[in-house]
Structure formats: structure tokens, C-alpha cells
Nanobody, 116 residues
Framework: QVQLVESGGGLVQAGGSLRLSCAAS????????MGWYRQAPGKQRELVATITTGRSTNYADSVKGRFTISRDNAKNTVSLQMNSLKPEDTAVYYC??????????WGQGTQVTVSS
């Protein structure tokens, strides 16, 4: 089992910044992938960014150049720095831990609201 605790969501004006953080605890395997996904009302959950323990990253095209994902392997934390936020970034953001399909866990979600 892996527990994920997120923090850092909130309300921000367009053009502003927010930083999300997620701490993982429990049975952590090396070689895992952690990341952030988001789900807006009426839409499917979508990938925002992922990062491996080797710090290889992958971003959705919609956030490239604006969002930066990072991690601290020693602390089992992952962060998402979100700059130049747009109203279309409004969603519930979920932290994810993945190590094979058997070990795929989600955080409880944190709301990010960007006002125009």
C-alpha cells in the first residue's frame, strides 16, 4: 500500500502561480513513476506531468513551458510548480504513484481554480 497526501491547491488569478506537493508513504519501490493528473468538471482525467526516479519527465503539451515537475527521492515527494496559470487549468489535481499496474495509487485530489 502507498498513501499519497497532497497540498498546495487554491484560488489564483490568471497569470499567477501555484505549487502543488505530494508526499508518498508506505511500500515505496525504487524505479517508480510519480506524477500529476487533473480532472475538470465534465471531462476525463488527463495527464499533466510525470517524473521517474531517474528524473526523466513527461508533460502534456498544454502545460509545457509553464509547469515544472520535480521530485525528492530521499523524501518520496513530488512537486508541481505551475506558472502562467490559465482559467483552463482549473481542475482537481491528483497525485499518482505507479509501479506496475499492481501498484497504482492516487491521492485524494486538490482543487486548483484559476480566475480570469
Amino acid at each position: 500500500q502507498v498513501q499519497l497526501v497532497e497540498s498546495g491547491g487554491g484560488l489564483v488569478q490568471a497569470g499567477g502561480s501555484l505549487r502543488l506537493s505530494c508526499a508518498a508513504s508506505g511500500s515505496i519501490f525504487s524505479g517508480n513513476v510519480m506524477g500529476w493528473y487533473r480532472q475538470a468538471p465534465g471531462k476525463q482525467r488527463e495527464l499533466v506531468a510525470t517524473i521517474t526516479t531517474g528524473r526523466s519527465t513527461n508533460y502534456a503539451d498544454s502545460v509545457k513551458g509553464r509547469f515544472t515537475i520535480s521530485r525528492d527521492n530521499a523524501k518520496n515527494t513530488v512537486s508541481l510548480q505551475m506558472n502562467s496559470l490559465k482559467p483552463e487549468d482549473t481542475a482537481v489535481y491528483y497525485c499518482n504513484y505507479f509501479y506496475t499496474s499492481r501498484y497504482n495509487y492516487w491521492g485524494q485530489g486538490t482543487q486548483v481554480t484559476v480566475s480570469s
